[in-house]
């Protein structure tokens, strides 16, 4: 049997999974998306009133009221999906990755079901410097904060022959002063404050933080807890976000790569 694997394996043609197929798919991460079709005041409050989280939230701007999905604070239970008439679905893709904490907050005018459209850009100093004095290589230094390890597993696949980071140029490193980018987990806890924030400074400039997971973007199931100081960016200042619990490997690729403008750039 064993050397049935072994010769399929090294008699079948090499195949490498192209980067279009990969960016955006959030397959098997269960996050949602809204069908702005069935948005009403009712499927709204029944979608909101399944959330365990704030992840869906109405506000009010005078007359007018919206409804909001923050992708920072789902952490893809699936509660929604079902309920509100419609109004919720399994996402095929999450585009909302690596971008600023703004945009990952999309929201929708109740009664016309328009999209109010967000600022969708990552802060470019770093970015931009990071880009021009690098070209396509990059190294990054991944830092658990306080994860459950949900988001490590995810990160560790994407060095797997079939994700194959090291085809942009990028590399994991294991330590800070080798890195061009922390790639930074968990809700940070207080014991993990300190080692955090060390992390950075070690980490010479021009450098940039993604925060990764419901948790790293906004402290996620966590957050409120005695033990955590909350998302990423309560400690250290972060360039980009990558939502998920956890986010799937073809997520957590299209934020790196978005980050380095570099998403059709592939080797
Ligand atoms: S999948 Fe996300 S939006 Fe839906 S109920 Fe769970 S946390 Fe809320
Ligand atoms: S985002 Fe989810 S998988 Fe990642 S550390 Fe938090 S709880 Fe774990």
């Keep these: 049997m064993i050397f049935d694997v072994a010769a399929r394996s090294l008699t079948s043609k090499s195949v490498l999974i192209p980067v279009e197929s990969l960016l955006g798919d959030c397959s098997g991460s269960r996050m949602p998306a809204v069908d702005p079709g069935h948005l009403s005041f009712d499927s709204a409050r029944q979608a909101i009133e399944s959330c365990p989280t704030s992840a869906l939230r109405m506000v009010a701007e005078g007359e007018r009221r919206q409804f909001i999905m923050d992708y920072g604070e789902c952490i893809g239970c699936g509660y929604c999906l079902g309920v509100g008439d419609g109004l919720m679905r399994p996402a095929g893709k999450v585009l909302h990755c690596g971008v600023a904490r703004a945009a990952l907050i999309r929201r929708w005018d109740v009664a016309t079901g328009e999209e109010l459209l967000a600022d969708d850009l990552v802060k470019e100093g770093a970015a931009e410097e990071i880009r021009r004095l690098f070209g396509r290589a990059l190294n990054i230094r991944q830092v658990d904060a306080g994860s459950c390890n949900g988001c490590e597993a995810e990160i560790g696949a994407l060095t797997s022959p079939y994700y194959d980071l090291e085809r942009f140029g990028i590399h994991f490193v294991a330590s800070p002063k080798h890195a061009d980018m922390l ?55 972060v360039d980009a976000y990558i939502p998920g619990c956890p986010p799937t490997p073809a997520m957590l690729l299209t934020g790196i790569l978005r980050v380095l403008g570099a998403e059709m750039r592939e080797r």
């Design 183 to 237: 790639l930074v987990t968990g809700p940070v806890t207080h014991n993990m404050a300190e080692a955090l924030r060390n992390t950075y400074e070690a980490t010479p400039s021009p450098r940039l933080v993604v925060a990764v997971g419901a948790c790293g973007c906004s402290g996620g199931i966590f957050s409120g807890s005695y033990a955590v100081r909350g998302g990423i960016d309560a400690v250290i200042p």
